[in-house]
């Protein structure tokens, strides 16, 4: 089954027109590749309530599954991705950063500065990745392949089957 996404970019230049918008239009791609229908993207100022407002859009309105933000995750005083993303999920989902940062720091030491979040609103799964076109990518491709099951078990009615029969 495929499911949708949407693609976040949270950028204070992109949104003024200041910068192109790079690490949006790949992870379309990169989305699309994998088999998800990409069916919203925007880009947003850095500002917490106007990230809380798509993300919310995108689950409660949309019913989009997969929600990938970009950009915001950083130490800048406006890098507020994450906040953003905290304040609206249900449930985290630690795994998923934890292993993206772990990835990232077999690239690079500063793999460990990525403040990424994830969580689940809904039936809707929210990840945060960097802004950077070529660290959203690695962060992306550490987790894509797992998420299809965490999809299958958050869109389920019941519990999903987590274990194969021999």
Known sequence: MGYSAAIITVSDKGYKGERRDTSGPMLKALAEEKGYSVEYTSIVPDEKELIEAELIKCSDSLGITLILTTGG????????TPEATKAVIERETPGIPELMRMESMKITP????????????????????????????????????????????????????CATKN
């Open 73 to 80: 995750t950083g130490f800048s005083p406006r890098d507020i």
């Open 110 to 161: 500063r793999g460990c500065l990525s403040r990424s979040a994830a969580g689940i609103r809904g039936r809707s799964l929210i990840i945060n990745l960097p802004g950077s076109e070529k660290a959203a990518r690695e962060n992306l491709m550490a987790v894509i392949d797992s998420l299809k099951h965490g999809l299958d078990m958050l869109c389920s009615e019941g519990s999903a089957e």
